[in-house]
């Protein structure tokens, strides 16, 4: 082997060992949600937004946030907890939100029940609001 071919080998290995050596990306977090104004079409800063899980007859917090100036949470469950497939709700305090603005609403919070089947999934929930309705789905 020539000293070229000798170079050429030490920097394949090295590179290999570097490949295999690189941290696994961190996992994204499992939940977000954004909230849209369903009159006027733009992001819903400023509202509450509570995590819980269901855990035998009773629902037990996990988490809570305030969508931020584009409406969204972008990571709602806890980063320090593992995933588990079960029973969430997502509970929107929109009472809260339309009584700092001075407007009635006719819900004061909005709860979304869903189920996380697996981890490794993301499950997004957006909530298209009005002080007297509003829809959800799950988005991606």
């Known amino acids: ?13 090295a590179t290999a060992t570097a490949a295999s050596a690189a941290p696994a990306a961190p996992m994204k977090n499992p939940l977000s949600v954004h909230v849209l ?15 819980d899980q269901k ?11 305030v969508t931020d100036g584009n409406g969204r949470i972008s990571a709602l469950y806890p980063a320090d907890k593992p995933v588990e497939a079960g029973s969430y709700r997502v ?10 603005r001075g407007e009635k609403t006719f819900f004061p919070q909005i ?14 929930i957006p909530l298209l ?3 007297f ?3 959800t789905y799950r988005g991606n």
């Open 91 to 100: 509970v929107f305090k929109t009472g809260d939100y339309y009584a700092r």
């Open 1 to 13: 082997m020539n000293m070229s071919s000798s170079v050429l080998a030490l920097l394949v290995m």
């Open 111 to 124: 709860p979304v029940e869903f189920t996380m089947e697996k981890s490794g999934e993301h499950y997004h």
């Open 55 to 65: 855990q035998h007859d009773s629902w037990t917090r996990l988490a809570s946030g």
């Open 37 to 51: 104004n369903l009159q006027t079409g733009v992001p819903t800063a400023g509202i509450t937004v509570e995590l």
């Open 129 to 131: 609001l009005s002080p």
């Open 133 to 135: 309705g509003y829809s």
